[in-house]
């Protein structure tokens, strides 16, 4: 097969492929929501306590992150990189 | 119209051992290393015991504020580690604000926080060796059944490769949506100045004043200092965690 074409194909699987990857943000996102939620029912809960509640509700947050920036990573290596245009 | 986003880009190469590379990266992290010495220098320098100045009283706030975050955390028995914990958050804080200056972030490269998930991983296998010994860290991979070693393996290398990857990710996409909107922006300006036959008015970016700024305060700041904050309590949480 023609390179060119054959390229033109594998970028464009890369490029499917880095938008389904960005799918893996919807799990984080519903996660950093229910937790944002859960600490403002505790800061309604227990005005005086807002600090020790956000910085452990942030750090939470920050940690149930990882699976959406693994998504990320992947994507961005897919569309920044090209790793399986080198292979045609 | 072209957006080009590229990672750390190859400054110079010294030609000893087969060609070390030297990228913006490097670069970067020795101006946040000399930044970080000198700021530690220039707040020590001239300490008196009898009415402080507010160099002074500002190294002893950050001091005790790092004691009181290291002893809250892994308790009394480990406040040795605080001279690392310190340089980490200072290398990691700084080395992501420096894009507020135009420079790349020095943890925007996987090199970077790889180096410091890799060091966190040492620290916590020596304090597991110093604790229980050999034996005993070795057989800390048999438990609680010798039939999930495998797993405790994988997990023990999926720990800092997760902590690489979510330091380094958040400081990367901050950079790629922070050029995606400049580029967006000036896209929009021309649109809105190109009908003027003038050229060098119909290429101002008219609308990359201001909105940028609202990005960088989530971006450079909040995300940088809140991952300095993550990735040192990980860090702690796993040594003392180790040391049990």
Known sequence: MDTTLAKAIVMAGSAIGAGLAMIAGIGPGIGQGYAAGKAAEAVGRQPEAKGDITSTMLFGCAVAESTGIYGLVVAMILLFVNPFVGQI | ?244
């Not at chain 2, 590379?21 to 010495?37: A, D, K, P």
């Not at chain 2, 308790?75 to 200072?90: D, H, S, V």
């Not at chain 2, 110093?130 to 059944?145: D, I, M």
């Not at chain 2, 929009?188 to 609202?214: D, H, R």
């Open chain 2, 1 to 244: 119209m072209s957006v080009e986003i590229t990672g750390p880009r190859i400054l110079f190469e010294i030609p000893i051992l087969g060609g070390i590379r030297i990228t913006e990266t490097i670069f970067n992290g020795w101006i946040v290393i000399l930044l970080v010495s000198f700021l530690a220098w220039f707040l020590t320098r001239n300490m008196v015991t009898k009415n402080p100045g507010k160099r002074q009283l500002a190294a002893e706030k950050i001091y005790s504020m790092l004691m009181n975050l290291v002893e809250g955390v892994m308790g009394k028995k480990w406040t040795g580690f605080a001279p690392y914990i310190g340089a980490l958050f200072a290398y990691s804080m700084f080395g992501s604000l420096l894009s507020l200056t135009g420079l790349r972030s020095v943890t925007g490269d996987l090199s970077t926080t790889g180096a410091m998930a890799i060091l966190t991983t040492i620290m916590v296998i020596a304090t597991n060796i110093r604790t229980n010994g050999v034996f005993g860290w070795l057989k800390s991979y048999t438990q609680p059944v010798a039939l999930i070693t495998p797993i405790n393996i994988i997990s023990e290398i999926a720990n800092p490769v997760s902590m690489a990857f979510r330091h380094f990710g958040n400081i990367a996409a901050g950079i790629v949506i922070t050029s995606l909107m400049y580029a967006a922006l000036a896209a929009a300006s021309n649109l809105i100045l190109g009908w003027i036959p003038v050229e060098f008015i119909a290429n101002i970016p008219i609308l990359q004043v201001g909105l940028p700024a609202v990005l960088s305060i989530y971006f450079d700041l909040f995300t940088g200092f809140l991952q300095a904050y993550i990735i040192c309590m990980l860090t702690m949480v796993n040594v003392s965690g180790a040391g049990e």
